[in-house]
């Protein structure tokens, strides 16, 4: 396939893409349900794309081109409620998390699709492994070079948006002890973790002729990086973030990325360098592991903090561009978790130690009837709701 020409687009712009779990509503297991529920949903005109993933027990949605966080909002809250009625003719459930907490990945089935297939021969047991769920995001770029200024300059804050997002602590039934562990499945890609510092597109360009020459790639699909450009959108895609547990959070995800994206193209407040680097390797880990409570490295100064500090000082930095962009309630969102529970990781290890049994957990986490989250306000077994449709699925969450 090769590289294939940057897609100018408009700066800023934003696209929302959410790997789902499938569950049965008896035992709350992962179901094999994707091509049914893929069925369904081409009966309902929607923005955006509704896609298999690696196996079927998975979906992933996506938005059309949003401007701002609310129209994310606005977009997946329409695909979320399509989902709601398809998944309540199959008596199945969608649901969100980085991980479903006690799957058996050697159960799982690859979905049938060439690419799928190819994945499977060439990294045989991790393919059904890679039943893990994620949320990426796109943001747009004029043109190539200021695409690769966007996928450097946010590197120092991979580890803020692996803790905020953080929501899979569990594993084939055990605690982990990570806040996302999600992360660790994606680390045994052999063309994972960050992408090679390269400021100008045509240095990019013959670095990519390289690599596929050794046949190693044959497309940007093939590198599984952190943050690695989409050429064929004119985007950036950041891809650390677990699939949180409701479509407002996924939102208010994106738009601190993108308050993130203007801040860096409007103040330019560092200078993009190899050395942003060195501590990243270990501030990602640091994320994973212990979330909001993890010891973040600053690249300049090597000054050790507390990750959750961190995160509140950069919103205060962000504060301007948040008006500016409309994302004052995404950023508001974010703040009022800090204050509450931490991150999604925490809420389900709460809820565990309080039912010791998973599947009440996944039970939990998709059932209906609470209100949304506010600020002050102490979660309860889920965060946001569809209004109730028919029969017994009611709601989903995201």
């Given at each position: 396939?090769?590289?294939?020409?940057?897609?100018?687009?408009?700066?800023?712009?934003?696209?929302?893409?959410?790997?789902?779990?499938?569950v049965?509503?008896?035992?709350?297991?992962?179901?094999?349900?994707?091509?049914?529920?893929?069925?369904?949903m081409k009966?309902?005109p929607?923005p955006?794309s509704?896609?298999?993933?690696?196996?079927s027990?998975?979906i992933?949605?996506?938005?059309g081109?949003?401007?701002?966080?609310?129209?994310?909002?606005?977009?997946?809250?329409?695909?979320?409620?399509?989902?709601?009625?398809?998944?309540?003719?199959?008596?199945?459930?969608?649901?969100?998390?980085?991980?479903?907490?006690?799957?058996?990945?050697?159960?799982?089935?690859?979905?049938?699709?060439?690419?799928?297939?190819e994945?499977?021969?060439?990294?045989?047991?991790?393919?059904?492994?890679?039943?893990?769920?994620?949320q990426?995001?796109?943001?747009?770029c004029?043109?190539?070079?200021?695409?690769l200024?966007?996928?450097?300059?946010?590197?120092?804050?991979?580890?803020?948006?692996?803790?905020?997002?953080?929501?899979?602590?569990?594993?084939?039934?055990?605690d982990?002890?990570?806040?996302?562990?999600?992360?660790?499945?994606?680390?045994?890609f052999?063309?994972?973790?960050?992408?090679p510092?390269?400021q100008?597109?045509?240095?990019?360009?013959?670095?990519?002729?390289?690599?596929?020459?050794?046949?190693?790639?044959?497309?940007m699909k093939?590198?599984?990086?952190d943050?690695?450009p989409?050429p064929?959108?004119?985007?950036?895609?950041?891809?650390?973030?677990?699939?949180p547990?409701?479509?407002?959070?996924?939102?208010?995800?994106?738009?601190?990325?993108?308050?993130?994206?203007?801040?860096?193209?409007?103040?330019?407040?560092?200078?993009?360098?190899?050395?942003?680097?060195?501590?990243y390797?270990?501030?990602?880990?640091q994320a994973?592991?212990?979330?909001?409570?993890?010891?973040?490295?600053?690249?300049?100064?090597?000054?050790?903090?507390?990750?959750?500090?961190?995160?509140?000082?950069?919103f205060?930095?962000l504060e301007?561009?948040?008006?500016?962009?409309?994302?004052?309630?995404a950023?508001?969102?974010?703040?009022?978790?800090?204050?509450?529970t931490?991150n999604d990781?925490?809420?389900?290890?709460?809820l565990?130690?309080?039912?010791?049994?998973?599947?009440?957990?996944?039970?939990?986490?998709?059932q209906?009837?609470?209100e949304p989250?506010?600020?002050?306000?102490?979660?309860g077994?889920?965060a946001?709701?569809?209004?109730?449709?028919s029969?017994n699925a009611?709601?989903v969450?995201?």
């Amino acid at each position: 396939m090769g590289l294939e020409a940057f897609t100018h687009s408009e700066p800023l712009t934003l696209g929302v893409e959410l790997e789902l779990q499938l569950v049965n509503t008896h035992d709350y297991d992962l179901a094999p349900y994707a091509e049914d529920m893929l069925r369904l949903m081409k009966k309902h005109p929607l923005p955006g794309s509704v896609v298999p993933e690696m196996t079927s027990g998975m979906i992933e949605i996506s938005t059309g081109i949003c401007h701002s966080s609310s129209e994310v909002l606005g977009q997946l809250t329409q695909i979320r409620d399509a989902l709601v009625k398809c998944a309540d003719k199959l008596n199945i459930a969608v649901v969100g998390g980085g991980t479903h907490p006690f799957q058996q990945w050697h159960e799982r089935r690859i979905y049938d699709k060439p690419r799928f297939r190819e994945l499977s021969d060439l990294y045989g047991y991790l393919s059904k492994q890679f039943t893990v769920f994620g949320q990426h995001v796109h943001v747009g770029c004029p043109g190539p070079d200021q695409a690769l200024v966007l996928m450097h300059g946010p590197s120092r804050f991979i580890p803020h948006l692996i803790a905020l997002a953080a929501s899979s602590p569990f594993v084939q039934g055990s605690d982990t002890g990570f806040h996302s562990a999600r992360l660790n499945s994606v680390s045994a890609f052999p063309l994972a973790g960050r992408a090679p510092f390269l400021q100008r597109w045509e240095d990019f360009e013959v670095f990519f002729a390289k690599m596929a020459r050794t046949g190693v790639v044959g497309s940007m699909k093939d590198f599984y990086w952190d943050i690695r450009p989409k050429p064929e959108f004119g985007t950036i895609e950041v891809r650390v973030l677990d699939t949180p547990l409701t479509i407002e959070k996924a939102a208010a995800l994106a738009g601190f990325i993108q308050c993130l994206a203007r801040w860096l193209r409007v103040e330019r407040p560092f200078e993009l360098s190899e050395d942003d680097y060195l501590p990243y390797t270990f501030n990602r880990f640091q994320a994973c592991r212990f979330g909001l409570d993890a010891t973040y490295v600053d690249p300049d100064s090597g000054e050790h903090r507390v990750l959750r500090d961190d995160v509140l000082a950069i919103f205060d930095k962000l504060e301007l561009h948040a008006m500016e962009l409309r994302a004052e309630e995404a950023i508001q969102t974010l703040r009022a978790e800090i204050a509450g529970t931490g991150n999604d990781a925490t809420w389900i290890r709460q809820l565990q130690h309080r039912e010791h049994l998973l599947a009440e957990v996944v039970r939990q986490v998709q059932q209906t009837g609470t209100e949304p989250t506010r600020a002050g306000v102490k979660r309860g077994p889920a965060a946001f709701i569809a209004e109730p449709l028919s029969g017994n699925a009611g709601g989903v969450e995201l």
